[in-house]
T-cell receptor, first 114, second 110 residues
Framework: NAGVTQTPKFQVLKTGQSMTLQCAQD?????MSWYRQDPGMGLRLIHYSVGAGITDQGEVPNGYNVSRSTTEDFPLRLLSAAPSQTSVYFC?????????????FGQGTRLTVV | EDQVTQSPEALRLQEGESSSLNCSYTVSGLRGLFWYRQDPGKGPEFLFTLYSAGEEKEKERLKATLTKKESFLHITAPKPEDSATYLCAVQPNYGQNFVFGPGTRLSVLP
């Protein structure tokens, strides 16, 4: 099992460009989520999904889109990149959508917007 | 509003010097409290889940405990390889999302 795989690991974007961060898990987990991690602020939830075809907003959703067409994949789209979106992004998955189980994280994508 | 704070922000220990990290939380109802370890440039790695006050979990030199308002991560006789950032997260009982604290950066010097 590869667990949770994120690509790319590093990315530099110009302001206004768009891109998609990829996330895939091979554990057949129902629940998937995206976080951003900024110094001193902890992990903040961007969007999450409790199953294929179902997504919802987290704490900081503005400027990001998600979709979940399969159980395995949960891509995060930046619509028009801004310097405030410079951050480290983590994708995570959990077995149960009702909670109580730990999250497994990918290795992260370090994004810089110039 | 659900909230998690952690203290200290950073902690420097000598090898073998035991200490504790604190995680304080406010949540309307607790489904679970989670501890993670994060190494530089890596994603968080799961350590423990605690579900109710009084519960304790141990793994090697780490022991996690839980009360109704806080959790402690006790590190006994730490080694340099225990150096990492330790994250605490709560999961409210009304949903499946996690609320993370900012973390404690631990350095263990040889």
């Amino acid at each position: 099992n590869a667990g949770v795989t994120q690509t790319p690991k590093f990315q530099v974007l110009k302001t206004g460009q768009s891109m998609t961060l990829q996330c895939a898990q091979d554990m057949n987990h129902e629940y998937m989520s995206w976080y951003r991690q900024d110094p001193g602020m902890g992990l903040r939830l961007i969007h999450y999904s409790v199953g294929a075809g179902i997504t919802d907003q987290g704490e900081v959703p503005n400027g990001y889109n998600v979709s979940r067409s399969t159980t395995e994949d949960f891509p995060l789209r930046l619509l028009s990149a801004a310097p405030s979106q410079t951050s480290v992004y983590f994708c995570a998955s959990s077995y149960s959508h009702v909670g109580g189980t730990e999250a497994f994280f990918g290795q992260g994508t370090r994004l810089t917007v110039v | 509003e659900d909230q998690v704070t952690q203290s200290p922000e950073a902690l420097r220990l000598q090898e073998g010097e035991s200490s504790s990290l604190n995680c304080s939380y406010t949540v309307s109802g607790l489904r679970g409290l989670f501890w993670y370890r994060q190494d530089p440039g890596k994603g968080p790695e799961f350590l423990f889940t605690l579900y109710s006050a009084g519960e304790e979990k141990e793994k090697e030199r780490l022991k996690a405990t839980l009360t109704k308002k806080e959790s402690f991560l006790h590190i006994t006789a730490p080694k340099p390889e225990d150096s990492a950032t330790y994250l605490c997260a709560v999961q409210p009982n009304y949903g499946q999302n996690f609320v993370f604290g900012p973390g404690t950066r631990l350095s263990v010097l040889p």
